[in-house]
């Protein structure tokens, strides 16, 4: 109607996988930074102790007055925890080692598994996109990041035992969807680090499309160095190098995503 003035929510989806080394934080990173330059205003929240999500997109952690610690544990409000980064449309709720204590700090602590839900809800018309970079394991901070998603997006590494842990992360989303938060989806399964030139990669992405059949993203992400050196640069690949394969692949994953949500 006249004068009514719809603003569209953020969808937030965490990046999740128990399991280190496959992909979360190279996928949050450049996936955000391919969004915001679709002109999607992103943000990224750092929710891992390790901080990488933060390192990587370039802030220095001396420079964070706020974290997501204080967020979480503190009540410091989430919109005063932001901080811009260099590129144009990407912001981050940085992550410190302070975060460590956070997992243990927040059992007793009241609504435990809630606080990131509620810390963000104020968030959600500010921004188009939220993606929450997990830590590798499925305790209170990766709980708290499924009950503030609206979708999972889960990076699965082509090697060996790339199925293994799933069902614990699948039980996990199901835990979550039935106490916690029933919106919750699986936005999509990425396949990352794939080597053609092996077979047990092309056995995995096989394997992985049998079991999740059409929620796999057609983009397939390849091992490729660019994407491991652009951190170290405090960049996302797309500044770092756009025309490598790895800029090339996350732009076409982030065309993905915008297309699933108006489908
Ligand atoms: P996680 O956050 O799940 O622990 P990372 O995103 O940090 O995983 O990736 C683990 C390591 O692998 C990092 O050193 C990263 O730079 C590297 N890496 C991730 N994806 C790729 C890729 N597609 N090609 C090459 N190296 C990659
Ligand atoms: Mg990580």
């Known amino acids: 109607g006249e004068g009514i003035e719809v603003v569209p929510l953020a969808r937030v989806i965490a990046v999740t996988n128990q399991k280190g080394g496959v992909g979360k934080t190279t996928t949050s990173v450049n996936l955000g930074a391919a969004l915001a330059s679709l002109g999607r205003r992103v943000l990224l929240i750092d929710i891992d102790p390790q901080g990488n999500t933060t390192s990587g997109i370039g802030i220095n952690k001396a420079d964070v007055k706020h974290c997501i610690y204080d967020v979480v544990i503190n009540d410091v409000s989430a919109v005063d925890a932001i901080l811009p980064t260099r590129t144009e449309n990407l912001s981050i709720i940085p992550a410190t080692i302070q975060l460590a204590g956070a997992e243990i700090e927040l059992v007793p602590i009241m609504s435990r598994e809630v606080r990131l839900r509620r810390a963000i809800q104020s968030l959600r018309g500010s921004f188009d996109y939220i993606l929450i970079d997990c830590p590798p394991s499925l305790g209170l901070l990766t709980v708290n990041a499924l009950t503030a998603a609206d979708s999972v997006l889960i990076p699965i590494q082509c090697e060996y035992y790339a199925l293994e842990g799933l069902s614990q992360l699948l ?93």
């Open 171 to 263: 039980n996990t989303i199901r835990l979550v969807q039935k106490h916690l938060n029933s919106r919750l989806q699986v936005e999509g399964v990425l396949l990352t680090m794939f080597d053609a030139r092996t077979n047990l990669g092309v056995q995995v992405v096989e394997d992985v499309k049998k079991y999740f059949r059409e929620k796999v993203y057609k983009t397939i992400i390849p091992r490729n160095v660019r994407l491991s050196e652009a951190p170290s640069h405090g960049m996302p690949v797309i500044e770092y190098d756009p025309r490598s394969r790895g800029a090339e692949v996350y732009m076409d994953l982030a065309r993905e995503v915008v297309s699933h949500g108006q489908g």
